[in-house]
C-alpha cells in the first residue's frame, strides 16, 4: 500500500495531484461542496485536509486514539468531523486543524456520521448497535 490518494481529472484520464502525509492506510475521503477541499481518515489515528487546486495539506486533524474510519465536511465546509474506533466523534475546525469538539457516548468503535442538510446535527453508527 501507497498510503496516498490521487486526485483525477475524469475529462483526461489524468491524475492530478498524489495526496501525501498519512502513515498508514487511508480508509475515507470527501470533498467539501465547493470541490476546493478534500478531507481523508486514517489507520493511523489522524485526519487531513487538503487543497484541491495546489494538493497541499493546510491542516492534520491530531486527537483521536485509534484508527479514524469516517470523514465528512459540515455543509459550509467550515467544520470536519471524524468518526474513529476510540469510540469519539469529533468536530474539528477545517482551516487550522484545531479539535473544537469530543463527543463520547458510543461503548464500541464508531464506523459511520454524517451531517444532516443544514449542518445543525448529525448521526454517528457504531458497533455497540446505536446511532
Known sequence: MDKTWRLWDVSCGR????????SDEILDAKFNMTGSRIAT???DGTCRVYNTMTGLCPAVLVGHTEEVC???????GN????????????LWNSEDGK?????????DEIFDCAFNYE???????????TC
Do not use: Y
Not at 15 to 22: N, P
Not at 122 to 127: L, N, T
Open 15 to 22: 491524475s492530478v495531484h498524489v495526496l501525501e502525509g498519512h
Open 41 to 43: 481518515a486514517s489507520l
Open 70 to 76: 469516517k470523514v465528512q465536511f459540515h455543509p459550509k
Open 79 to 90: 467544520v470536519v468531523m471524524s468518526a474513529s474506533n476510540d469510540q469519539t466523534v469529533r
Open 99 to 107: 479539535c473544537l469538539q469530543v463527543l463520547n457516548g458510543h461503548t
Open 119 to 129: 449542518g445543525d446535527h448529525i448521526i454517528s453508527g457504531s458497533k455497540d448497535n
